[in-house]
């Protein structure tokens, strides 16, 4: 689902506030996984069981999930980004597989494996702290380097050759949807002025500038490319309809009783999670003339398993990046 040649996808569907750029560890290059313990749980691992991570990033879920299987467990992961399945290839354990694979292609990964019921599928959508920390993946503003954001560098175009060519009004809608940013359309005007008066917007430490420059007003603690930046990201990756076809893959891959746990980083992501499992599991939202009743109709395929969790207190204060972060969790039923 990487953007076509045109670079000109259709915006989601789904429009709302966005939180300022998750991220997912603290501002060293080393990775912390978030909820660690509490994916892991969530999970309800068995010993015997068929596991899917579906975001390896530095393996911190992978690794916990192994150390709970027993000798016949299996665990296959997946992910988009080269450096996460290098990363991956230094687990020798037997009952691990990793792919490059998007989490969008998990019917994939299935057939490839021949796997069917599985008994947990975890996915964690927020970018690694390595990504972020090597400015030459082009993430964050902090270091200047090329301005990629591609989470797969193997597909697509990067954010400095869509600058290159998307109309203004366009690169504001995507500036103020996906972002947030009030400033969307002086942000938009000034990017693109730049552009057209011959100074190609190539790195991370250019696009900063100029977006400072269009903002007039900043919140406290805040840099004024911060919500740019993940407006941009989000759209070069298409993080939201990778989501969007993920979830019902992964609803008919699991087993009676298998667990979906998805931690996301903003409310765009949560909200396509918590309206997936909630479609899912309320039969009582039909009209009152409808001719079936909700007691006549099917059980839902998921139950929602407890509240959306957040990082403790105490994950926060160790890790910052952390603060975003939300966990969902849902069970299939056996109906099928």
């Known amino acids: 689902m990487m953007m076509g040649a045109d670079l000109a996808p259709e915006l989601s569907p ?17 990775h912390i996984t978030v909820l660690l313990n509490e994916a892991v749980d969530a999970l309800n691992i068995k010993s015997d069981g068929t596991y899917i991570d579906g975001t390896f990033g530095r393996g911190g879920h992978s690794k916990k999930i192994l150390s709970k299987l ?55 959508l927020g970018i690694s702290s390595p990504q972020i920390d090597k400015g030459e993946r082009g993430f964050s503003f902090r270091h200047d380097g090329s301005l990629d954001m591609r989470m797969d560098q193997t597909r697509g175009k990067t954010v400095a050759q869509l600058l290159s060519t998307i109309s203004e009004q366009q690169l504001g809608e995507v500036i103020k949807h996906y972002g947030e940013e009030r400033f969307a359309k002086q942000v938009a005007r000034a990017i693109i002025k730049e552009r057209d008066d011959g100074r190609a917007i190539t790195t991370t430490g250019q696009l900063a500038k100029v977006v400072a420059s269009a903002i007039p007003k900043v919140e406290p603690g805040q840099n004024p490319a911060t919500r740019t930046f993940q407006a941009l990201r989000i759209f070069v990756n298409q993080e939201l309809e990778e989501l969007s076809l993920a979830l019902p893959q992964c609803l008919n891959l699991l087993a009676a009783g298998g667990r979906l746990v998805v931690i996301s980083f903003h409310s765009l992501e949560d909200r396509i999670v918590k309206r997936f499992i909630q ?30 969790i957040k990082p403790s207190a105490g994950e926060m204060k160790l890790n910052v990046r952390a603060r975003s972060a939300v966990m969902r969790v849902a069970e299939r039923t056996a109906t099928l």
Request: aromatic fraction near 4%.
């Open 14 to 30: 789904i429009l709302a506030p966005v939180s300022t750029m998750s991220s997912v560890s603290n501002h060293s290059s080393s």
């Open 70 to 124: 027993g000798k016949t467990g299996r665990l296959y992961a997946m992910d988009r980004d080269l450096a996460a399945i290098e990363a991956g290839k230094t687990i020798t354990d037997v009952r691990f597989k990793i792919e490059h694979r998007h989490f969008s292609e998990i019917n994939q990964l299935a057939a490839n494996n021949h796997l069917a019921n599985i008994d947990g599928i975890l996915l964690d």
């Open 279 to 308: 479609s899912e599991q309320n039969r009582d939202d039909l009209p009152a003339n409808f001719p079936i009743k909700a007691k006549d109709l099917p059980l839902p395929r998921l139950i929602s398993i407890g509240k959306a």
